[in-house]
């Protein structure tokens, strides 16, 4: 195997053992989404507590790069405030993993990546329009997720 | 002509793209064939040549160059009923796809013959190109989508078939000639005959048969046929739907426009004689005479030989991915009953991480869903990996995926 690599020690292992893993009965926030092309597929749920994230959990099924990454979100965004979360950005979570090359060299594994990112995106900006009556926050997520990738 | 493997192996000759390297150097082996075949430079110089010499559009101006392009388009449709031995050219429709011809008949033919109450019966393994056009018609329409379920070896419960029949009110049974994922090729005849029995109309998604075995419209009987070119060395965009005259002549134009009309009035139109009626619009000229020389290129070498390399392939890559600890296959155990597709899982790798490890070492295949979403829920799976074979494919890429299959095992610790 040549180039970038994808399938390091770290995502291997995450694949094997996601983290936050599993569903949260009556979440605050759920989101389901999926990629047409491979049928990758996950649930997000979050739990907010005075615009905290206090849970998050996901589960559906997916390629390695997929499971890792969704793992990494949970991971990075448990116990933080929607006003950052909100601004949260892809390379964040891609450099996180090593990943940011993927951008450039694969556009079909890129949506592996960044499924759990888009699902957390357009879960949030419900929640800013419905439960916060923010719309500007809301527009600018519902954008953001639209043009993910 | 003999049809050794020396020569499968020296028609490699003939496809540019096989001398391709990818992924740093490495020799492709391609293993894709189930969603697009390779080109011939015999099929790709007939394009060329094409807009080189003749360009032009067909069916209306008298010059020396539209004459040309007329004769050389109506030439494939000839070639096409003789290829699927059919008396009338007539009934062969251009289109652009297996999906599109599938399309037109559910819109053309269902518009006026089904109705609130009549089913639709399909199968659990179907391309989504032959389940969505019939769950439009019946949501539409108020009626019924029926599948025929499959078994454990991914053949078909045709038993289902005769209940579906006993109510009367099936009108059409859509069912493909071989499955894309399985591979299980459909005893298309007991389920025609059946129907014929009923007086129930059925269409077959040959996609995946006519580049692969010889089919004989005549002998099969079936009111409607599709397929697809680029599936069986021709270029892509172009399709044929083949439906009985007496059934054609009396549907519904699919689409409005230019070539479809005798006479255009303010508020009325006459339609044009067949098969034109089904033609709206400028079609694709030099594809679909590029399509008459993939056929030329298939009729040499012969579709029994064709059909021979194949199940010997087949064959052979049951036996030796069998072998290989962790996978798992899918369909019928019995070579003779599938066509040259395997689909497999390998331990609990997601196929989209196979595919992307093995696409290192040049092997393409296709991992996903297989535009067959019904058929991975029935099987319980996300995804599979597929490996589709054709004319040029050879034993030593099956054992180079193989090979490659290795490691996945490593980069997974398996």
């Known amino acids: 195997m040549s180039g970038d690599p994808i399938y390091t020690e770290m995502i291997i292992e995450y694949s094997r053992n996601p983290s936050n893993y599993g569903k949260i009965d009556e979440p605050h926030i759920h989101r389901h989404d999926s990629n047409p092309l491979c049928g990758d597929s996950i649930d997000l749920y979050l739990n907010v507590d005075d615009k905290k994230i206090t849970d998050v959990k996901f589960d559906g099924k997916g390629c390695a790069i997929c499971m890792a990454c969704s793992s990494v979100l949970t991971e990075m965004i448990k116990g933080k405030d929607l006003d950052d979360v909100k601004k949260f950005e892809k390379d964040e979570l891609l450099s996180e993993l090593g990943l940011e090359h993927l951008i450039k060299t694969s556009p079909v594994r890129i949506k592996c990546a960044l499924l759990s990112l888009k699902a957390l995106k357009y879960g949030i900006y419900s929640y800013f329009a419905e439960k916060m009556n923010d719309v500007e926050s809301a527009g600018n997520l519902k954008d953001e997720a639209a043009n993910l990738y | ?414």
């Not at chain 2, 155990?333 to 070492?361: A, L, W, Y």
């Not at chain 2, 067959?372 to 054709?390: G, H």
């Not at chain 2, 290795?406 to 610790?413: D, I």
């Open chain 2, 1 to 414: 002509m003999q049809a050794t493997s020396e020569t499968f192996e020296s028609l490699r000759n003939d496809f540019p793209v096989l001398e391709r390297k990818v992924r740093d150097g490495k020799k492709l082996v391609y293993l894709d064939n189930a969603a697009t075949t390779q080109k011939p430079i015999q099929v790709i110089d007939a394009i060329s040549d094409y807009y080189k010499n003749n360009n032009s559009n067909i069916h209306r101006a008298v010059h020396a160059l539209a004459e040309e392009s007329t004769e050389a388009f109506e030439q494939t449709r000839d070639k096409v009923a003789e290829f699927l031995n059919t008396k009338d050219s007539q009934e062969i429709i251009f289109v652009k796809g297996t999906t599109e011809a599938i399309n037109l008949v559910a819109n053309a033919w269902g518009r006026d013959n089904v109705k609130e109450g009549d089913i639709i019966v399909t199968t659990e393994y179907e391309h989504h190109s032959n389940i969505v056009p019939w769950q439009l018609l019946t949501q539409d329409k108020k009626a019924q989508l029926k599948y025929i379920d499959i078994d454990d070896n991914g053949e078909l419960m045709i038993d289902q078939l005769d209940e579906y029949l006993s109510t009367g009110k099936v009108k059409l049974v859509a069912f493909s000639h071989v499955s894309n994922v399985l591979g299980t090729i459909t005893p298309a005849k007991e389920i025609i005959s059946k129907c014929k029995n009923a007086g129930v109309k059925t269409l077959i998604d040959g996609a995946q048969a006519v580049p692969h075995m010889k089919v004989d419209l005549t002998e099969l009987d079936c009111d409607f046929y599709a397929f697809s070119a680029h599936k069986m060395l021709g270029p892509t965009g172009v399709g044929v739907l083949w439906a009985k005259k007496e059934i054609l002549e009396k549907m519904i134009p699919y689409q409005g426009g230019g070539d479809m009309i005798r006479e255009v009035h303010k508020y009325e139109t006459t339609w044009n004689d067949l098969p034109y009626k089904f033609e709206a619009g400028t079609p694709n000229i030099a594809d679909v005479i590029g399509f008459k020389t993939a056929i030329e290129y298939l009729q040499k070498i012969g579709m029994e030989n064709i059909r021979n390399h194949e199940l010997e392939l087949t064959k052979y890559a049951l036996e030796q991915m069998e072998k290989v600890p962790g996978i798992t296959l899918y369909g019928t155990k019995e070579p003779k009953k599938r066509g040259g597709v395997v689909s497999f899982n390998f331990n609990d790798v997601h196929p989209h991480d196979v595919g992307t490890i093995i696409d290192k070492d040049g092997v393409a295949i296709r991992s996903g869903h297989h535009c067959a979403q019904v058929l991975m829920e029935k099987l319980n799976v996300a995804a599979t990996n597929r490996a589709s074979f054709y004319i040029y494919t050879t034993k030593e890429e099956i054992d180079t995926l193989i090979i490659a299959l290795q490691n996945v095992a490593k980069v997974f610790k398996l």
